[in-house]
């Protein structure tokens, strides 16, 4: 499933049930608080083929995320959880 949020200019999302239930779970995160990271203040980083962001979600829950940025522009979260103390120091620290 491809979700579409242009209300805040996010980028599209592709979902499927297998990373939906994983996220929801295991980490209990829902896939429209992995969305919101997007709208709000993140960091992001690349680490081998992933890429990685510290972000909040609207009602102020720090997740951390490890998701893929296709070529096309869809974002695919692989993983999402919440942030540990570590993350987020780095994350009040960088975040704009």
């Given at each position: ?37 997007f709208?709000?203040?993140h ?20 997740l951390?995320?490890?998701y ?29």
């Amino acid at each position: 499933m491809v979700s579409r949020n242009r209300a805040h200019a996010l980028p599209e999302f592709e979902w499927d049930e297998n990373n939906e239930d994983k996220l929801l779970n295991i980490h209990s995160v829902s896939v429209w608080e992995a969305e919101q990271c997007f709208a709000n203040p993140h960091t992001k980083r690349r680490h081998r083929d992933a890429l990685l962001m510290l972000g909040k979600t609207d009602d102020d829950r720090m997740l951390f995320l490890v998701y893929e940025q296709k070529t096309n522009g869809v974002v695919r979260v692989y993983s999402a959880r919440e942030m540990t103390e570590k993350e987020r120091r780095t994350y009040r620290r960088r975040a704009r």
